[in-house]
């Protein structure tokens, strides 16, 4: 049986002041983004395989349009990546068999992958991702690229 | 110069209800904890290094005491590890001087350690943490024991 194991992939925040976030991450601590995309993401690996996203605001309540999320999202969204389509909608099924709220059915992403988010008991927000631009190589270095 | 290298350690998560987190990561995903500690707090391993903690609200909270630091917390806690007391201190000082701003000064933590808590520029609380009884071994696998 699939079963969703225990792994986080990326840690994403919400950020009202992203240009602050760099400020800090970059200028203050010197620290070196994996992707800096002005005005709306920055990501910085910060461990192997895991990815923080610093994520503005704007775009991350965007991200969740077309369901009950909102502004009272907690702010942070924990990620699961898998390998494809089909496992993303398995473990989302998984996840709310196992007493979770679904937050947004499974969908193609705006970046082109494909996700879907479920909320645990406690509200903390899941994505469950395939995203075929992003790879961890054997060193645990995490790759992110464009999605074909 | 001593900085803040780009590592995180743990994810701690507010938990309203930990008694549901425990049926929905333990009964309803088949995770195995690191350690379960009824009441209080739940450790999953999440990634080689990595350790998701889930941690009862009215603790968590608690947690944070002698500070301004109260219910209006973001709920989340992102730890960052160092060898020695001294590096406590250094570190904090640094994320401050990137603009941070101090919740906890550094300080013994109830578990033994010595930690302190810096907020980044959105509110994200950075626990910069000496912890005797955490080490992660060659394969990434995190051991928690009991602090001297």
């Not at 965007?62 to 898998?82: E, I, Q, Y």
């Not at 645990?120 to 074909?148: A, F, K, M, T």
């Amino acid at each position: 049986m699939l079963t969703m194991d225990q792994r986080v992939h990326f840690i994403t925040l919400s950020a009202a002041d992203l240009d602050a976030a760099r400020a800090f991450y970059r200028g203050g601590l010197g620290w070196t983004p994996l992707l800096d995309v002005p005005g709306e993401i920055i990501f910085f690996q910060v461990a192997p395989g895991l990815v923080l996203g610093l994520y503005d605001t704007a775009h991350f309540v965007a991200d969740m349009h077309g369901t009950p999320a909102d502004g009272k999202l907690g702010g942070l969204t924990l990620s699961h990546n898998v390998a494809t389509r089909a496992e993303v909608d398995a473990v989302v099924q998984q996840a709310v068999d196992a007493g979770g709220t679904l937050i947004k059915s499974p969908q193609r992403a705006d970046f082109g992958g494909y996700h879907g988010h479920v909320a645990d008991p406690n509200g903390v927000v899941w994505e469950i991702c395939h995203n075929p631009g992003w790879r961890v190589d054997e060193s645990g270095q995490v790759h992110l690229g464009p999605v074909e």
